[in-house]
Nanobody, 118 residues
């Protein structure tokens, strides 16, 4: 059974930094795409950043220039370095892995809370 586990969330002041990590277990293949999503209170979950197996990255406009996604492919580990954090970055951050291996797959972690507040 594939499991994703996020860590690294917490409380930070505006302008501060955090680095989120997502480690996986139960998989014997490299995921096509890994991603970070977030959900703010009262809002829908939104895509923050993605990275595929070739290292190609995409970011939401709201985080470009401030967040960096990276991954260790053999271990299906993904990171999100978040700099210049703003109060609007507050939310639960979820790790996702998706792709196709025979059938489509789509795995989620349980999330880690990030709070940006003075």
């Amino acid at each position: 059974q594939v499991q994703l586990e996020e860590s690294g969330g917490g409380l930070v002041h505006p302008g501060g930094s955090l680095k989120l990590s997502c480690v996986t277990s139960g998989s014997n293949f490299s995921f096509n795409t890994m991603a970070w999503y977030r959900q703010a209170p009262g809002k829908e979950r939104e895509l923050v950043a993605t990275i595929n197996s070739r290292g190609a990255r995409n970011y939401a406009d709201s985080v470009k220039g401030r967040f960096t996604i990276s991954r260790l492919i053999p271990r299906n580990t993904v990171y999100l370095q978040m700099n210049s954090l703003k109060p609007e970055d507050t939310g639960v951050y979820y790790c996702n892995a998706n792709g196709k291996r025979g059938n489509d797959y789509d795995y989620w972690g349980r999330g880690t809370q990030v709070t940006v507040s003075s």
